[in-house]
């Protein structure tokens, strides 16, 4: 807004106006309002410009931060961050009443090119929709889409059940014998999954519910305040707050949801012989679990947080960097320095085995460094293969369990399979699409960053980097989970090249004999529903992968 002539203003309604500063608390968006005053203390009229800035400013709600327009000749310029401010403006009416409802409206209509320019940049309107709009039901939004979710897949699990029901297995299966030995066993596990499935979705659900209808975040973060004023700092340390914020949220919802993880390892996954762990080893993975992610996550909310300051408007560009430079660190620091701290890892032992996958290796010039055994039968009977590494430094890791339970020939069958993931570049891919997607995501979220009704809709009165990071995840899930199923349909087209890659090695057979065994070994569902499982697996079910091997001929 330039140039307003406030004493016109003045004129026309014939009493003082107060010009109300409202700020947000985010560096990088900074209310700046230049005004002329006429100073009584001197002859004449002397010029002086004050600026107001965010930073000045402790407490926007208050009129403490507003300023006469006696005082003021003339509004040189206002300029707000952004058009949200003048949805804040509606807010604070609403929200404060009693500050402002006996004050005089004035619309002013700014015309400027300046103005029009940047509401031009800032506004961001989707599909029509004005995402600042006061009173945007995002809360009743969010509501309703994770019940509609919850809806579908409990929709999808109950016809998943149905299939777990029946008696014989897939009609192309029912001539391999060791599946209709096992059948009823593979059905008898998937029925106790989905039961437990059935208990902890609808547990979920109702605590999401609970936790966005009461309205717990605020009443936490609030928490976390009074804690932090009791140790003596304000409340302006808003990182140190979010660190205290996110370690009692974590800290909550393990605890509440103690009970069925715990059911799950030592009742279902014992009953059908799965579980390997002790109450005493399971106590140790958590406190090792906290510790870790305590020792590495608080400081890389920190740092991201401090980004978010430090960068203002484009701060979305480089957390995403961050992000990528602090997922190199972490997949390079995590074979050495933290899987150790809850597997061993073994080298293979010389031998018949090491000479096949070596020569397999070199076969494809696969660049194998090392080529290691992980006791993963140290907690579960479920078994696995997968390789793992950058560049020229590439390790394959076999579970002692796979060893266990397939032959030699179907173990290098499993490796093949893996070395195809490799060769065809299935990692680099998935990589790449994650990484693009979170650049999308940091973008849209600095969309949001200053969304005060996004804000307020939650309950919240100030804006929190962290949390408005929370809050529009909350937002985002519709994207989050079209992303999600398009990820499990590119990884079961992967999955089928891969086992071409293995067939074309020339173990196709042993492929085959392989993936029976461990599905046969693991009980893996092999009577699935079609849609259940193109919604949740990321692998194909076992007769869509038999049938594949055996049509490539
Ligand atoms: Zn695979």
Redo the contacts with the bound molecule.
């Keep these: 807004i330039d140039g307003i002539d406030t004493q016109t203003i003045i004129d026309e309604v014939d009493e003082d106006i107060h010009l109300l500063i409202p700020t947000h608390h985010q560096k990088g968006i900074h209310e700046t309002l230049q005004v002329e005053n006429d100073n009584d203390d001197d002859f004449g009229t002397k010029r002086y410009v004050e600026n107001y800035e965010s930073d000045d400013l402790t407490d926007s709600s208050t009129l403490e931060n507003s300023v006469s327009l006696k005082e003021i000749t003339q509004i040189q310029s206002l300029s707000f961050g952004d058009i949200g401010s003048v949805s804040h403006i509606d807010h604070l009416l609403s929200v404060y009443p009693e500050h402002y409802q006996n004050l005089p409206t004035i619309n002013v209509t700014p015309s400027s090119p300046q103005f029009q320019e940047n509401k031009k940049e800032f506004a961001m309107d989707i599909l029509g929709l004005d995402l600042k709009a006061p009173g945007t039901p995002y809360k009743e939004f969010v509501l309703a889409f994770s019940w509609a979710v919850y809806i579908f897949e409990q929709y999808l699990g109950v016809r998943q059940y149905r299939k777990l029901r029946e008696p014989n297995p897939p009609k192309s299966l029912q001539d391999i014998e060791e599946i209709r030995e096992k059948f009823h066993k593979t059905q008898e596990y998937g029925l106790d999954k989905a039961k437990f499935g059935f208990v902890s979705g609808l547990f979920g659900q109702v605590q999401s519910t609970w936790i966005i209808v009461w309205d717990v975040l605020p009443w936490l973060w609030n928490l976390s305040g009074e804690w932090l004023t009791y140790a003596g700092y304000g409340t302006d340390y808003e990182i140190t707050q979010s660190l205290i914020f996110t370690v009692t949220i974590t800290t909550m919802l393990y605890f509440i949801s103690l009970p069925l993880s715990l059911y799950y390892t030592f009742v279902i996954e014992e009953r059908h012989g799965f579980n390997k762990m002790t109450l005493g080893l399971f106590v140790m993975d958590t406190v090792k679990g906290f510790l870790i992610t305590g020792v590495i996550g608080l400081p890389i909310i920190a740092l991201g947080l401090q980004i978010i300051k430090w960068s203002g408007d484009n701060f979305y560009f480089y957390v995403w960097v961050f992000m990528i430079i602090f997922n190199f660190i972490l997949l390079t620091i995590y074979p050495t320095l933290i899987q150790p701290l809850f597997n061993k890892v073994t080298p293979l032992p010389e031998g018949e085995l090491r000479e096949q996958i070596e020569a397999l290796a070199a076969r494809i010039k696969f660049p194998l460094k090392k080529l290691h055994v992980i006791d993963g039968s140290k907690r579960s009977g479920h078994s696995n293969a997968y390789f793992y590494g950058f560049f020229k430094n590439k390790q394959i890791v076999i579970y002692d369990t796979l060893i266990e339970q397939a032959n030699n020939e179907e173990i290098l069958a499993v490796v093949g399979?893996?070395l195809g993931?490799w060769s065809l570049n299935h990692s680099v891919k998935v990589l790449t699409i994650y990484q693009i997607h979170n650049l999308f995501l940091f973008f849209v979220f600095s969309q949001f960053i200053s969304n005060t009704v996004l804000y307020r809709s939650f309950g919240f009165e100030t804006q929190p980097t962290l949390i408005g990071f929370i809050l529009f995840q909350f937002i985002y899930a519709p994207i989050e989970n079209v992303v999600a199923f398009l990820m499990n349909i590119l990884s079961r087209k992967?999955?089928f090249e891969?086992d071409a890659f293995a067939k074309k090695l020339g173990y196709g057979k042993q492929l085959r004999t392989g993936l029976i065994k461990i599905q046969i070994k693991n009980l893996g569902n092999i009577n699935n529903d079609a849609w259940y499982s193109a919604y949740h697996f990321s692998?194909p079910p076992l007769p869509e992968r038999l049938n594949a091997l055996e049509k490539m001929d």
Excluded: K, L
């Design positions: 399979h893996e993931h992967h999955e891969a692998h």
